[in-house]
Structures are given as C-alpha cells and as structure tokens.
C-alpha cells in the first residue's frame, strides 16, 4: 500500500500542466482529486514517474448557465455539483448524480474532470454525461477540441484523449424532460454494480459497469422511439452487452439487474 | 459487597470515556507513531503462490534501490531460531498435528500470503520498494483450498510429511452415543442441516504492526507491539527465542481494535525481535491494509452439520453436530481451540439432555485462522438458531414458540447442560418476551401477509436469535482438562497514594473497549472518589507485569472482578487503620462515600483521605502493620459467566434484485449487571453490525488456486454507519453468582447473535417462495439465484 516513488510538481495554469505532460511524457499523469489514481498508485497498479497536480487551479471550478447549456469547469468536485442550485436548476440529474458518488469525503475531493478521463465504465458522472449528450472540452499544446460523450470512451479506463491533453470543460444541455438515475450498489460508498441514467423523457438512456465503457443503450432509446412501453424497451437493456463478471455479480445477474433498474427508471422517469 | 442497580454512584451511569478525548484528537500514539531515529526497517516478501517451493530468491534488484540493505531467505535467518517455530498454545489432543511454523518459510511457501524473504532497509518506503523488487522463482505445487476438499480421497497434502490433511478430530460425547441414537430414532421431528461459515478477515481499523528496541549494553529487549496480548506475548518470545525473561519488556501502546486477531504471537513480532537482539538496533515493521488481508489470522472457516431430534410437540431431544473446521496452512496461538469454544454450544439456550459434537479440523494452503470475535460461538449459535427455525417450520409453530418451548427455565439455574457446562443464571424466556414486544412482531407479521397478498416484491422477514454463549475465560482447571497451555487467572493492583488518589494496575489489556472508564467507575464507587482520581495502568509488563490480557469477553468478569477484589483488600486494610484512629473495633465501623464512621456514633468519623496520609507517613499505625495502602489480587474464577439474549432483526427483501435491506434490529441482552450502558451500547452496536456483516457482506473469497480474491476493502464489504440498522436496545439483567459485582461480559455478544436472526430472517421473508437456506453472505446475487432456483430455475 505504499507507491512506487514519484516526482511531483504543482501546475500554476492548464497550458503549464499541458507544457509539463508534453515535457515528461507517458511518464507523466495529471493529479487531480486523487481519489482514483492515488489508489491504484498505492496498488502499485498505476507507476507514474511525475504527476503533475492540477488540484490548485480554482479558476477551472465553476458552473455556469445560459443559453440552454451547463458548462462546467473540470475541476469541480462532485460535492460542488452536488449543492449547486444553479445545477440544480439547469440540470437536476447531474446534481443528484453527484450526491451518490462515493461518500462525502470522496466528493469534496473528486473532480468531474478526474472522473471521465479516469473512464471508468463503473462510474457514476460519465454516464450521466453520456445519457444527457454532453461535450468534453479538451486541451492540448495545438489548442482546444470538443468531443461528444458518445465518442470519448474508448475502452476500460481509456477514452480519445491524448497524453498531453487535459479536460478543461464539461457540457451538458440543460436538460428537459424526464430524468432519472438507478444506482445498485451493496454499501452506500461503492461503485455501482448496475447503474441506469434515463435523461429527456428517454431520449438517452445509459448503463453504468454493462461493459467496457460506460455504454449509451441505443436499444432502449430505439424502442421506446418506435412506441414500445418502458417494461418492452428496458427487456431489451442487456442485448447485445459483455457484462463483466466479478465477485459481486456474473454476467447474467447483471443483466437482469439492468432490465430490472432500466424499467424502474424510465417509471421514475416518467416514460410511458 | 455487591453492586446493585439501584445504588448511588458511577456504576450504572452514562459516564463519557476516559479514553476517548486523546483518541478523538490525534494524541493518543499507536505502533506506528513510535519515532525511533536509526531503527531498521523491515519489509516481508511474501508468497504469491498457494503451495510450491522456493526454487531461489534473487534480491538484487532490490538490493539496487537506494536504502535497501540485505536481502534475507528463510535460509539465511534460519540460526536465528533454528528449528524454533511459532507457538501454537492449544494442543487440543494428544495426536494433534502441529507442523513447524517458521517466521520465515524454508524450502517451501504454503499459503499466499507466507512469508518467503525479508528485506531490510533505512525506511519503510525503502522497504516496501525492496520488497516489491525481490524476484522468487516457485515450482508450484497442488494446493488444497477449500474445506471439504482437504479430506477427500487423493487430496494434495498441504504439508508433505503428513499422512493426510487432518489436523484432528475431538468429541464431546462421553457415553451418552446410544442414548442419542435412540433419541434420533424415537423422534416425531428430525432436522438435519448443513451451514457454511466463510472465512472472514479481521480487518481492524488499524493493522498489526511491532517495534524491537533492544539495550545492547545490558541485554534487555523493549518489544512494542499492536497487540491484545503483552504478557502472554513476552512469554512465548521469551520460550521461542530464549531471551530471559527478565531481560524481556513487551509494550502494547493505544491499539486500534483487534477482535480476536491481535490475540496472536505472530512470525514479524519474532523476527523483529530477533533481528534487533542479533543487530543491536531497533527493528521495526509496519504492515499494510492489503498485506493485512493475508498476513494476518482470519476468522471463521467451517462446514457445520447439524442434527435436531424433536418429539411431536417439537421438545428438543437431542442435538447431534460434525464439524469441519479449516485451521488454514498452519496453526497460530489458539487455531485449533476455536471450534471447542463452540462445542459446548451447540444446545444453544434450550435443555436438551442428549448432545454429540464432534470436530475433524484440517489443514488448507490458506491464511492461518484464530479466534475471531466469538471465536467458535458465532458458529455455534448461527447453527442451533438456523435449526430451531426449521425445527418451527416441521412443528407448525412460530420461532418464538419453539424456542420457547424448549428454553432452560428460569428456575433452573444452576443448570448444568449436557454438554457439561453449569450455567450460572438467566431469564431466557423474559428476555424473549421483551424482544418481542420491543420489535412489534404482531404488526411485522400483519404487513409481511399484507404484502405477501398484495405480491408486492419487497418481502418482509423476521429474524430470531436467542443466544447464551460462555465468557469470563476461564477457570484455569477447567482450561487444564481441555489442554490449554495457561491459565485463565487475571491480576490487579490497588493502591492509594498520599493525596488519595488511586492507581490501578491491571492485567486485563484493553484495545479499544474502555478498561481505564470502567475500572475506575468501579474503585470510585467502592472508596467514595472521584472516578477522575482513579488513574488505570495498563499494557506494559514493566508497569503491569502479570496478565493474562484481553479476549474472549473476559476482562470484567474476571479483570474486573481482580480490581474489584483488589480494592476490597484495600479498604479492609484502611479500616483496620480507621479502627486503630477511631479508637473502635473494626466491626462497628461503617464504610460508604469515601468515610468510615463508628455506627451509632455519627461525630466519630475519619475520611479515607486522612488514612491514605496516616498509611504514608506510617508514623502511627496498628502494631505490625505494613504502610502505604496497597493490594495485590490474582483472581481465578471458579466458573464461565453465560451472557445471553434474544435478538431479532427486520429484514425487507426486493425479490426482483436480492437486495436484503435491514429494516430494523431490536436486541434484549442480558450481560449481568451493568457498569457503564454507554459502553454496553457501544459494544453491541459494533458487535451487531459485525455479526450482520458476517451475514450480508464479508466474505474471504479464495479461487482454486488458492488466491485472496477479496483482498482489499473494495471488494470485501466492511460495512459502515451507512449500511447500519436502526439499532434499538433493552436488557435484563440476572446477576451473575459467579463474581461479586454479579457482572458477565458483552464484548462479543452481537457478534453472536446477529448472524442468524438476519439470515432467519431473509429465509423467512422467502419462504412462501419455496426458499429454506441462503448461504452468507446473503448478497443481492445470492438471494436472487435463491429465489430464482426455489422458483424452479433462473428468470
Ligand atoms: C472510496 C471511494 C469510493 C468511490 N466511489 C465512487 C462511486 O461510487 N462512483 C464513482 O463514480 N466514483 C467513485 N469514486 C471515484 C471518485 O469519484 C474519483 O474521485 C473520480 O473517479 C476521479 O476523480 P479525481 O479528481 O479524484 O481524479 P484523479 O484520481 O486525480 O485522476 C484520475 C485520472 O484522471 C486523470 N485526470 C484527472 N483530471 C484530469 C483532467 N482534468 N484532464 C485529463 N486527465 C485528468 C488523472 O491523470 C488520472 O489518470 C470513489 C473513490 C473512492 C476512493
């Protein structure tokens, strides 16, 4: 439980942690809340030779609102998300997905930036991201570039970003219609086993540790855009999916788990 | 003397812990805030591999980094303790097999885990990277992993130079086999089940970890070191290694919880002491949360089966138990006993005159297991409570009915059990009747048929657990006939200094339960001060040099009854001195608020404070009289103390995912009499949740290859507040006849009983749906695969 040793340097703007990563390389890995990559360094799972921690830039915490679109500095924690009436006012379902990550130390820590490029598909804001058809603001040395949710995630733990990039920005459209999140999980701090994010009515419907990534469930938004009713459309949840298969559920218990959650949420969310 | 509830004073009061402001601010010091500038540092290479042999040990990688020093095999610190093992205290049968257990394996690595090389470094970071550095190279061999696989035909043995697995087989039957036949053969009703215990890890919240500070000039050695057990570890470190025991100090400083696994003499308290005797400086390790997870002893690990035999009515008759019990690939201090603390529990609280219990325990390329919170009494009462309730379901009548049916009556006590035990005193059935009531069964069972009938998939269930388990550990005759290597005696000091404040030394070892509270509660009742002027020691041979430490729920009933008697010593000499002032005869002397006055003559008193001052100067006191006020008790109990209680627990389960939510928790306890309710709640609040965690989340998962998959605390569920259920708890106490104050012990009592009142009751939300067993841990996948296969296959 104790890391491999490791330099550290505080980065004074996004465009000198960008020069940083640029000069140290793949060796290199931003630092931000902590609470992902600090544990698999203790696991020894992560070696990072530098990290380069971007924890101190607070001009990259904010929520703002207009023009029917959320912006979101990367690094916001989940708590801040969590109590933002702004938020929760232009965009519930971020709020209240926020508010079942983890614990409350985990989310006066964590960052929304450190959650989606961490990309884990068991991950709780990437999917809510997902379903609400947000845009991930990326820098680099060339400058910004803007991906949508559903082509960023790549893989387990990899998305499209470059080693030398870091997240600056979230967006999400200030949602309409109705929304709900399902989150199964054992004790109240730990990753979702299943989780389902139902946003616009059902226009997006994602699912949380059904795959390698955090997965948009394209078959239930095109049921339910073909007329069926949310019990037909969350039947056909888990088609199609690879499941993992760990010590709190096989592949086919999580399968059911996602029909079971995706039904209830689109009751909750009110999908006829 | 005896402690009534209705007495004035501390005893019985909500009194705030002593401990709790150093501990809620940081300044209390455990192991690992020890600074000792120079020491060296230890790290241990362990085994990746459940069983194979060490082919070579390459350290020079490790040997690279800056700060690692030496690299040493198991070879290399074999003239430390030559073919000196680590000690296993409990023979529990002459022909028990007890291999030889290395700090640091030779030749062979038997559980994942077993400690293989040691790297020695300037610091712990060093260490650790040294260690992650060392490359051994293993010829893998079959391992044994699972319990039921050690005894079948043609299983690896886990150590070669055994003829089999089997460690041994000890029964309790006496004559009594044919009588039990025929009991079984008579029987209206016969219950026959098997139960699983898991392997649990410990996990206190903080890990091992020990300190070896020798003095080179004069020989002697400091060993500091987290642990339950100071006084019985300097004896084995003592025998182990041959250090005099006169030149052995052990020190526990503030210790974060234990529940059973810091009731060890562990392989790095060994080598560290070793190392510093052969190095002259101090040796020290730190272990980690992960290494945690192997390292050290787990808990649990049986296969139970149980036989009930009933008459028509559902009267117990006789109750037939085989265990099999997984020792892991070694035994530690007690491994093989833990079992046998159970064996004589298997009757649960019922009079049942016919008992059979018999144990066959087995090696296993595992981590050792030990006593763990309950230490074989969890077993026992998970396996009688399961059965009373099927025995319910076969007689047509409700758990509380059956259990009542069959309890040791009020009337009964003393009761000796067919076991073999004489229960000191109990109301089994009043304490049931006030669970009952508490929990509102009447209307749990009203909304479970409502929803039931309504096909609603969120099912209620009720769960009961009646316990009585045995604690004050332990007449030491009574240890003798069972082959335990010491007695189960406990010590206490008494004395009262010049400005009448008093200092008590103890034996008993605290590790988070409120030792320094509780006895002081008790000395200022019994002398008439201030609890604040009552300062306990505790946990440093040099300070408190004979013990028998803390386990087994034993401290108050016999630690505590040492200080209680201790202080009676106190107080007789004080009053002869009182007399001697007072111109009166002892005898028409009264003691009470700290005064002792001449009865019918109010005027002529003398407070405790002018005896004190008197004993000190000693400058007139009763001829022949030794000064000072200050006594010595070494108590042995003439008998266990049988704590017991009914607990119920409230289950809401959603059929459509598993999920079992713990609605609520009502527990009725009878712990004798009460010292401090705050501390009473605060033990079986936790002892609760760990017993609720034994059947919901935890669960040391091994593949066949013998590896932890559960190594770290996200995959092995601890639970916390969050997954708490409301507790709400009452009692009822019957005082013990076994010690003065009347008192019995809680330490492990909801650990006891909350296993099986939550599966009870998850069973019971189910059993409309054809469901009569769900295996712990009840996760949400195994409840639904119980569901799904009671419903004739998986949805
Ligand atoms: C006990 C515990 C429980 C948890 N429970 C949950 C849970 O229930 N649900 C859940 O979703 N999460 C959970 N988490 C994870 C938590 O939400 C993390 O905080 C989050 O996943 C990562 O955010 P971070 O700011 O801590 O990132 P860090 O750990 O600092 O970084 C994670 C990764 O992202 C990279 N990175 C960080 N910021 C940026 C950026 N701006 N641009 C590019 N790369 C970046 C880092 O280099 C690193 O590779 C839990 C964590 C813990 C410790």
């Known amino acids: 439980m104790i890391p491999a040793a490791f330099d550290y340097e505080v980065a004074e703007s996004a465009d000198h942690a960008i020069s940083l990563l640029g000069e140290h390389g793949d060796d290199a890995k931003l630092l931000a809340g902590g609470h992902s990559l600090i544990p698999m360094m203790r696991y020894r799972l992560a070696t ?55 614990d409350p130390a985990v989310r006066h820590r964590g960052t929304l930036g450190g959650t989606i490029a961490h990309a884990d598909p068991a991950s709780d804001l990437p999917a809510a991201v997902l379903a609400l058809g947000g845009t991930i603001v990326a820098r680099g040395p060339g400058g910004s570039r803007e991906i949508a949710a559903t082509d960023f995630f790549t893989g387990y733990f990899e998305s499209v970003l470059a080693d030398d990039e870091m997240i600056t920005e979230v967006r999400v459209p200030a949602s309409s219609g109705g929304w709900n999140y399902q989150k199964f999980n054992r004790r109240a701090q730990d990753w979702a086993i299943v989780g389902v994010a139902v946003a616009g009515g059902g226009a997006g419907v994602s699912l949380v540790n059904m795959g390698s990534t955090p997965i948009r469930a394209s078959g239930v938004e095109a049921a339910l855009a073909g007329g069926a009713s949310a019990a037909e459309a969350a039947g056909v949840a888990a088609d199609g999916l690879e499941p993992p298969d760990d010590l709190n559920a096989d592949a086919e218990y999580r399968s059911h788990l996602a029909r079971v959650l995706t039904e209830r949420a689109l009751n909750a969310a009110g999908v006829a | 003397m005896t402690i009534t509830e209705d007495a004035p004073g501390h005893v019985g009061s909500r009194r705030l812990r002593k401990e709790d402001p150093a501990l809620l601010t940081g300044e209390a010091k455990f192991i690992d805030d020890l600074a000792l500038p120079g020491a ?90 040294g260690a992650a550095a060392v490359v051994v190279d293993y010829e893998p061999l079959p391992a044994v992993v699972e319990i039921e696989d050690a005894v079948a035909d043609g299983a690896p043995l886990v150590h070669a130079d055994l003829e089999s697995n089997e460690c041994y087989t000890w029964g309790l039957w006496g004559d009594n086999a044919p009588a039990i036949e025929a009991a079984f053969a008579e029987a209206a009703h016969v219950v026959s089940e098997r139960y699983l215990q898991q392997r649990l890890i410990p996990a206190p919240m903080e890990p091992r970890g020990c300190a070896a500070v020798p003095s080179p000039a004069g020989g002697e050695l400091t060993l500091y070191s987290a642990t ?72 649990r690990g049986q296969v139970q089966h149980i036989e009930l035999a009933a008459d028509a009515d559902g009267k117990v008759t006789a109750v037939r138990v085989k265990l099999l019990a997984d020792m892991g690939a070694y035994l530690q201090l007690v491994t093989p006993g833990v079992p046998l603390l159970g064996g004589f529990l298997y009757h649960g609280c019922y009079d049942i005159p016919n008992y059979m219990f018999e144990c066959t325990s087995v090696f296993t390329n595992r981590t050792p297991t030990d006593a763990y919170r309950g230490a074989g009494r969890p077993e026992a009462t998970y396996a009688v409570e399961r059965a009373m309730d099927s025995l319910a379901v076969s007689v047509g009548v409700s758990p509380e009915e059956i259990r009542a049916r069959n309890f040791i009556g009020a009337d009964a006590f003393p009761y000796e059990s067919a076991a073999g035990l004489v229960f000191d005193s109990g109301d089994y059935q009043t304490v049931l009747d006030k669970a009952v009531a508490l929990a509102d069964i009447d209307g749990r069972r009203a909304e479970q048929a409502q929803r039931r009938a309504s096909g609603s998939s969120k099912r209620i269930g009720v769960g009961f657990s009646s316990y009585v388990e045995m604690c004050g550990l332990a007449p030491s005759r009574v240890l003798a006939s069972l082959d335990y290597g010491a007695g189960g005696w406990e010590a206490a000091t008494v004395r009262i200094s010049p400005t009448c404040k008093v200092q008590v030394v103890t034996g008993s070892t605290p590790h988070g339960q409120g030792h320094e509270t509780c006895w002081s509660m008790i000395v200022a009742d019994q002398l008439g001060v201030d609890p604040d002027d009552v300062e306990v020691l505790h946990s440093d041979t040099a300070v408190s040099p004979t013990g028998l430490d803390t386990y087994g729920s034993r401290s108050l009933a016999v630690g505590g009854t040492a ?3 201790a202080t009676e010593k106190v107080i007789d000499k004080a009053r002869a001195i009182a007399a001697h002032q007072l111109e009166a005869s002892e005898d028409d002397l009264e003691f009470s608020g700290g005064v002792f006055r001449v009865r019918g003559t109010p005027e002529a008193e003398v407070p405790l404070a002018g005896i004190a001052f008197a004993a000190f100067t000693a400058h007139d006191l009763p001829d022949g009289m030794e000064p000072n006020l200050e006594a010595h008790v070494t108590y042995d109990p003439p008998n266990f103390t049988f704590p017991n209680g009914t607990h119920i627990a409230v289950v809401e389960v959603d059929t459509d995912t598993g999920d079992v939510d713990l609605i609520d928790y009502v527990a009725v306890d009878d712990c004798g009499v009460q010292i401090n309710p705050l501390v009473v709640e605060g033990q079986v609040h936790g002892g609760i949740l760990q017993g609720a965690a034994q059947a919901l989340y935890e669960d040391a998962v091994y ?51 909350a296993a099986p009142a939550v599966i009870n009751a998850v069973v019971d939300a189910l059993r409309d749906l054809g469901v009569t067993d769900v295996d712990m841990p009840a996760s949400p996948q195994t409840v639904w695969r119980a569901i799904a296969d009671a419903q004739g296959g998986a949805s």
């Open chain 2, 563 to 565: 200080v209680y008697m």
């Open chain 1, 48 to 102: 990072p030779s530098v990290l380069v921690d971007v924890g101190r830039l607070d001009d990259l915490r904010y929520i703002r609102t207009g023009n029917g679109t959320v912006s979101i500095g990367a690094l916001t924690r989940h708590s801040e998300l969590e109590h933002s009436a702004a938020l929760a006012e232009a965009c519930p379902m971020l709020a209240s997905v926020a508010a079942l990550v983890g």
């Open chain 2, 40 to 129: 060296i540092w230890v790290g241990v290479v362990r085994s990746s591999e459940a069983h194979a042999n060490i082919v070579g040990i390459d350290g020079s990688a490790a040997l690279e980094i800056d700060g690692v020093n030496e690299v040493l095999s198991g070879e290399d610190l074999a003239p430390l303790w030559g073919e000196g093992a680590l000690p296993c205290a409990w023979p529990v049968t002459p022909d028990m097999k007890n291999p030889a257990h290395l700090p640091v394996a030779r030749g062979t690595a038997k559980y994942v885990g077993d400690a293989v090389a040691v790297v020695l470094a300037d610091s712990r970071y060093a260490a650790a990277d």
């Open chain 2, 228 to 299: 339950q057990i100071p006084h019985i570890l300097k004896v084995m470190t003592a025998v182990v290694l041959g250090i005099p025991e006169n030149k052995l100090r052990v020190v526990a400083p503030s210790v974060g919880g234990g529940f059973g696994c810091k009731l060890n003499v562990y392989a790095e308290e060994i080598l560290c002491s070793a190392l510093a005797m052969q190095r002259g400086a101090p040796v020290r390790w730190t272990e980690g949360r992960a290494e945690a997870a192997v390292s050290t002893i787990q808990g």
């Open chain 2, 703 to 753: 593949n066949s290859d013998g590896q932890l998959v559960s190594a770290n605390l996200g995959d092995y569920l601890v639970p916390s507040a969050a997954e708490a259920p409301r507790f709400r708890l009452d009692s009822h106490a019957t005082p013990s006849p076994t010690n003065p104050m009347g008192v019995k012990g809680v330490g492990e009592a909801g650990t006891i009983a």
